[in-house]
């Protein structure tokens, strides 16, 4: 074979191999985006679903969607409006038996003998609620004190506050807070009485706590969502929780229920936190 056949034959394969391998990839492609266009309608398919489970899930459970008073008025992270709240909820003149109930649960989350004994005297209906009840150096933000069955029930309530330091030796280690100022101030004021100190965190108070019980914003949550009451300012407190607790701004999502409501497309996104605050106020 001449060297321009060998060549030609060299330049004839070459040309099939080249397309023969164009053929794959076009192959390939096409493969490629029927996989792509199939996902799409899986996911649109999927979506669908979602949406119409969605739009039930609103219509038969419009009031847990429903935006709190409290948040309009942006009283998420306001301390003292938490404590206010409390103070009401707490005290039995407002609420009756619900308020002890709510009580109990919030100190028997302790599990102590001194929690048991409280627990037992409180539906005896002789505490009073104190807010911002005043000490030598300091307030404490709740005091349930009861002087005839002798018990006092401190909170003392950081949100999202640090606890006053008072006292750093020369090492720099804390020895003293306002938290020691309020217990030594309790148990000096009240010898004979059956004392219990509650630090309420927003966060879970991950320091070791030395004559405190920790307790955070879902013990309080959880108390009231087993409580049966038609009282308004639980109702809209108990819908600030759950916002609070699931970081979930219901102002933030008022807009997508509107146009779920009216048949509009709204975001996946949109969906899972519908759905959260759902799951979270039916577990």
Do not use: W
Request: hydrophobic share 35%; glycine share 2%.
């Amino acid at each position: 074979m001449t060297k321009t056949l060998t060549f030609e034959k060299i330049l004839a394969d070459f040309k099939s191999l080249l397309s023969s391998k164009r053929q794959r990839v076009l192959t390939n492609c096409d493969s490629f985006s029927k996989t792509i266009n199939e996902l799409k309608r899986t996911k649109e398919s999927v979506y669908q679903i979602r949406l119409e489970e969605l739009k039930s899930t609103i219509a038969n459970n419009s009031d847990l969607f429903r935006l709190s008073t409290f948040e309009l008025m942006e009283h998420n992270f306001r301390e003292n409006s938490h404590s206010n709240i409390l103070q009401y909820l707490f005290d039995y003149n407002n609420l009756g038996s619900t308020s002890l109930d709510i009580v109990q649960k919030i100190i028997l989350s302790t599990n102590t003998d001194i929690s048991k004994f409280i627990s037992d005297n409180l539906i005896k209906k002789n505490y009073k609620v104190l807010r911002e009840y005043p000490t030598e150096k300091g307030r404490i933000d709740i005091l349930i004190t009861d002087k005839i069955n002798k018990f006092n029930i401190v909170i003392e309530n950081k949100l999202l506050a640090e606890i006053t330091v008072k006292e750093i030796n020369e090492k720099s280690e804390i020895t003293k807070t306002q938290l020691d100022d309020y217990y030594e101030y309790i148990n000096s004021k009240f010898p004979d009485y059956k004392n219990l100190f509650f630090l309420l965190s927003y966060y879970s108070y991950e320091e070791e706590l030395i004559n405190y019980e920790a307790i955070n914003y879902e013990t309080v949550y959880l108390a009231l969502k087993t409580t049966t009451s038609d009282d308004v300012v639980l109702t809209e407190y108990k819908s600030l929780l759950t916002s609070l607790l699931t970081g979930i701004d219901k102002r933030s999502i008022s807009l997508s229920i509107q146009k779920v409501r009216n048949n509009f497309l709204i975001e996946l996104n949109s969906i899972e936190k519908l759905n959260k605050i759902f799951t979270y106020e039916t577990k």
